[in-house]
């Protein structure tokens, strides 16, 4: 089992950039897949982007070339380096682990990109 606390959310203006964090409970250095899913009002859950645990990524196309996705394994962490931020990408953000075929999620936060 594994717990995902994210941190990094809140409010940014149009160009402007964040870095959300997801810290794990517990080795995230055999986790096949750990990635970023998000929510806006109204609309499905989304995946944002994901890393396997060799370090392979792969992007939605609405963020490619502005998100980056990374995973440090000594600090059970991952992260996302959100860059050009547009208003679209107002959300919430929420880190998942896929582990010996269990899907976690953590409890998400709230990204907004408004001037």
């Known amino acids: 089992q594994v717990q995902l606390v994210e941190s990094g959310g809140g409010l940014v203006q149009p160009g402007g950039s964040l870095r959300l964090s997801c810290a794990a409970s517990?080795?995230?250095?055999?986790?096949?897949?750990m990635g970023w899913y998000r929510q806006a009002p109204g609309k499905e859950r989304e995946l944002v982007a994901h890393?396997?645990?060799?370090?392979?990524?792969n992007y939605a196309n609405s963020v490619k070339g502005r998100f980056t996705i990374s995973r440090d394994n000594a600090k059970n962490t991952v992260y996302l380096q959100m860059d050009s931020l547009k208003p679209d990408d107002t959300a919430v953000y929420y880190c998942n682990a896929v582990s010996s075929g269990v899907i976690y999620w953590g409890q998400g936060t709230q990204v907004t990109v408004s001037s």
């Open positions: 890393i396997t645990s060799g370090g392979s990524t």
């Open positions: 517990r080795s995230i250095f055999s986790i096949a897949f």
